[in-house]
């Protein structure tokens, strides 16, 4: 329909130009013809005069019978101007002046009605959009795309953009505020339970204080020490993981991008998590395959794949933490996994997930440290995924992309 309504205004400024620019035409056309005809009866009436002057007298006279009108001053040799007569005397007695007068007035309406039903239109529209702005403020806009290639439709359509980028950032943050309140609630139920157990070892020492100390309360008190110093260990790393997702979604936490090489890079992951191994009475195995580099920051990429090794140690204590790695021209891959029970099939949807924490999770854990590892490895051009290997054991598979 408004496809339709630009080509009726465009047809009516085309109308009215034509018929205003055929009134000139006339008018034009109509001088000259009449100029012609003038020329050609002056010099008949010369020719004839030059030869009978006693003619003058009847031309004159049947001149002023077609024309009804005299003029005097004539210039000399010029018999019609002589007898008093010019150009308008020999054209169509007022047909051509009225009909050009007829079509410029035609010509002007039209164009003056085309003009008043543009702005007409142009309001409406101005108006329609005024409205939609007014809707879109209280929320209740719908859906709307614009159509047609004019001005209007130019404006509709970055209207209709800043619209849909105003209600994907009016979700985002919608968004954001849950995953806050969310972290939130997730981050006071990781504080209360070490408090709760530091608070419970506090006062069984306070009432073994009260009694005379035997070897057995001495071992007790010992265990309760142990136990808050567990418990403030977790309390710090909770502390460390919360301040480094703080600076992730702040956007704060700058990576530096330099060549890794891969070996390089599991060896001192390895190294930094030797005691836990040593615990646990686990092994890593990382194999030497020449040097492969990466594009990333080495500490912190070195604490995503320690997280992962954790992960690895903790689902096979006793067993082994297998690496290996391999490169080709669109990405270096590099290969985490164990000889576990793998991950439980209701976990595999929510591994990455911030505080969350499987069937499996080894005691003490907060649920940060894979989240953490997928925020880091992402940010350096990275995707991390895991799965159940078919001989058994838990993969993760890391890829750092070329371009």
């Not at 001088?31 to 004839?48: R, T």
């Not at 004539?74 to 002046?97: C, K, M, R, T």
């Not at 191994?277 to 194999?287: H, K, L, Q, Y």
Request: proline share 2%; aromatic share 8%; net charge negative.
């Amino acid at each position: 329909m408004r496809g339709r309504r630009n080509i009726l205004v465009t047809l009516g400024f085309a109308l009215s130009v034509s018929l205003i620019a055929a009134a000139v035409s006339v008018l034009l056309v109509s001088y000259h013809y009449s100029q012609a005809q003038f020329d050609l009866l002056n010099m008949i009436c010369s020719k004839v005069a030059e030869q009978e002057p006693e003619t003058k007298k009847i031309i004159s006279a049947a001149l002023k019978e077609y024309t009804a009108g005299n003029r005097d001053g004539a210039a000399e040799g010029d018999v019609l101007s002589a007898l008093g007569y010019d150009i308008s005397d020999f054209s169509a007695p007022g047909h051509n002046g009225l009909s050009a007068a007829a079509g410029f007035a035609a010509g002007m309406l039209l164009l003056v009605f085309t003009d008043w039903y543009r702005n007409k239109r142009d309001a409406m529209r101005i108006r329609a959009l005024a409205e939609y702005l007014e809707q879109v403020n209280t929320g209740k806009a719908a859906i709307w795309s614009a159509s047609g290639e004019d001005d209007f439709s130019k404006l509709e359509d970055e209207i209709y953009k800043t619209v849909t980028f105003l209600y994907q950032t009016k979700d985002s943050a919608l968004q954001a505020r849950n995953d806050f309140a969310e972290n939130l609630s997730n981050i006071a139920h990781q504080i209360k339970t070490p408090i709760t157990a530091i608070s419970l070892s506090v006062q069984m020492m306070r009432q073994k204080a009260s009694k005379v100390f035997t070897a057995e309360d001495i071992m007790e008190g010992s265990r309760h020490l142990e136990q808050v110093e567990k418990q403030l260990l977790r309390l710090t790393h909770l502390e460390e993981a919360l301040l480094v997702l703080s600076r992730i979604d702040a956007g704060t936490l700058h990576l530096q991008r330099e060549e890794v090489d891969v070996f390089t890079l599991l060896v001192l992951a390895a190294d930094n998590l030797q005691e836990l191994f040593a615990d646990s009475r686990t092994s890593v195995e990382i194999p030497e395959q020449g040097e492969m580099l990466v594009i990333a920051d080495l500490d912190w990429t070195m604490e995503a794949v320690m997280n992962l090794m954790k992960n690895c140690m903790e689902h096979s204590p006793g067993g082994k933490v297998h690496c290996s790695y391999a490169q080709n021209p669109l990405y270096t891959e590099i290969l985490i996994w164990d000889d576990g029970g793998g991950f439980a099939k209701e976990d595999m949807p929510h591994l990455f997930e911030r505080f969350y924490r499987g069937q499996n999770a080894g005691e003490g854990g907060i649920g940060i440290g894979l989240a953490l590892a997928k925020e880091m490895i992402e940010r350096q051009n990275g995707a991390i995924r895991a799965r159940n290997r078919p001989e058994g054991g838990a993969l993760f598979e890391i890829r750092f992309y070329s371009h």
